[in-house]
T-cell receptor, first 111, second 110 residues
Framework: EAEVAQSPRYKITEKSQAVAFWCDPISGHATLYWYRQILGQGPELLVQFQDESVVDDSQLPKDRFSAERLKGVDSTLKIQPAELGDSAMYLC?????????FGSGTQLSVL | GQQVMQIPQYQHVQEGEDFTTYCNSSTTLSNIQWYKQRPGGHPVFLIQLVKSGEVKKQKRLTFQFGEAKKNSSLHITATQTTDVGTYFCAADTGRRALTFGSGTRLQVQP
């Protein structure tokens, strides 16, 4: 069964450093999402892409976060500079309809 | 903005007991979805409810969508240890991406 691929699986960084996460959605899925999940809470949307276009980035802290999906396939989420409060699981999801398929996520720890 | 509340936050049951989690939205929904996240895992889609008053069953799991399309429930009959995990509802207003509830963590004692 096709899966959403994410890397790295874990990332430890110091505050003020830059970090980047990568996501490769299921082939053919036009919609790609980045969600952030803090331990004990539900996923919160950061950004939604339709093909290469941003559909919703209203919850993305744009002073430090950026996301791109240049060719409408894989996507990169960047944080610069990282802050202690950014420690969380960053989940990528893709869909071709309404059902979301999530990747295994990147667990970020900012020290 | 859209708010999705889930209760309880946590439930610990003995194997064989029933379990129910409730989800309430501040706004009327076009549909609601349910996801399960095993410990250390990622959310996995369980089901989508679209129609007012809809009831769907998956083996021991029963999902309901309220008549006003603002609330939903998931009921598990005779829990098993494989049911352990966090159950999230995800609200779809049709205007933006899914809004997830805070989840209900289920622990099943063998």
């Amino acid at each position: 069964e096709a899966e959403v691929a994410q890397s790295p699986r874990y990332k430890i960084t110091e505050k003020s450093q830059a970090v980047a996460f990568w996501c490769d959605p299921i082939s053919g899925h036009a919609t790609l999402y980045w969600y952030r999940q803090i331990l004990g809470q539900g996923p919160e949307l950061l950004v939604q892409f339709q093909d290469e276009s941003v559909v919703d980035d209203s919850q993305l802290p744009k002073d430090r976060f950026s996301a791109e999906r240049l060719k409408g396939v894989d996507s990169t989420l960047k944080i610069q500079p990282a802050e202690l409060g950014d420690s969380a699981m960053y989940l990528c999801a893709s869909s071709s309809s309404e059902k979301l398929f999530f990747g295994s996520g990147t667990q970020l720890s900012v020290l | 903005g859209q708010q999705v509340m889930q209760i309880p936050q946590y439930q610990h049951v003995q194997e064989g007991e029933d379990f129910t989690t409730y989800c309430n939205s501040s706004t009327t929904l076009s549909n609601i979805q349910w996801y399960k996240q095993r410990p250390g895992g990622h959310p996995v889609f369980l089901i989508q409810l679209v129609k007012s008053g809809e009831v769907k069953k998956q083996k021991r799991l029963t999902f309901q969508f309220g008549e006003a399309k603002k609330n939903s429930s998931l009921h598990i009959t005779a829990t098993q240890t494989t049911d352990v995990g966090t159950y999230f509802c995800a609200a779809d207003t049709g205007r933006r991406a899914l809004t997830f509830g805070s989840g209900t963590r289920l622990q099943v004692q063998p």
